[in-house]
T-cell receptor, first 115, second 110 residues
């Protein structure tokens, strides 16, 4: 069964350091999302890609976060420098088409702890 | 802006009980309503997807309904089992990607 792959599963980093997360969506899915989930809360959208283009990054803290999907397949989310408040689960999801018209599938997430 | 609310925040039931989880949303112009399960420290597993033209979907012991006019969805779990213990999240999508509620944390006691 096709899955959204994410790595690493867990990451511990010191504040002010750089950290990167990787996501490989389900093959053929044009839309890729990065969500952040703080403990006890629902996931919140950080960025949405349609193929290699950013569709929505209005909630991405652009002073320290960046995201790319260069070839329209896998994607990388980077934080530099990391802050204590960035500790959260980072979830990647993909869907066949965008604008929420098709089912979204999520990966297992990357649990980030900033110390 | 779509807002999603889930009630209750936590629920504890004895094994075998039937139960209902509630989800309400503010913008009725949604395309899809998805229910997810999340185990501690894990990602989200899609349980059911209800498209705007549908009223309900069923998968095994799970049944989800959608009433766009009232802005509500329910997830019904029949004959609950300890393995159903998890957090259940609902999310609606329309012209924007999925907007999530905070979830209902379910504990099924053997």
């Amino acid at each position: 069964e096709a899955e959204v792959a994410q790595s690493p599963r867990y990451k511990i980093t010191e504040k002010s350091q750089a950290v990167a997360f990787w996501c490989d969506p389900i093959s053929g899915h044009a839309t890729l999302y990065w969500y952040r989930q703080i403990l006890g809360q629902g996931p919140e959208l950080l960025v949405q890609f349609q193929d290699e283009s950013v569709v929505d990054d209005s909630q991405l803290p652009k002073d320290r976060f960046s995201a790319e999907r260069l070839k329209g397949v896998d994607s990388t989310l980077k934080i530099q420098p990391a802050e204590l408040g960035d500790s959260a689960m980072y979830l990647c999801a993909s869907s066949l088409f965008g604008t929420g018209r098709t089912e979204a599938f999520f990966g297992q997430g990357t649990r980030l702890t900033v110390v | 802006k779509q807002e999603v609310t889930q009630i209750p925040a936590a629920l504890s039931v004895p094994e075998g009980e039937n139960l209902v989880l509630n989800c309400s949303f503010t913008d009725s112009a949604i395309y899809n309503l998805q229910w997810f399960r999340q185990d501690p420290g894990k990602g989200l597993t899609s349980l059911l997807l209800i498209q705007s033209s549908q009223r309900e979907q069923t998968s095994g012991r799970l049944n989800a309904s959608l009433d766009k006019s009232s802005g509500r969805s329910t997830l019904y779990i029949a004959a609950s089992q300890p393995g159903d213990s998890a957090t259940y999240l609902c999310a609606g999508s329309g012209n924007t990607p999925l907007v999530f509620g905070k979830g209902t944390r379910l504990s099924v006691i053997a």
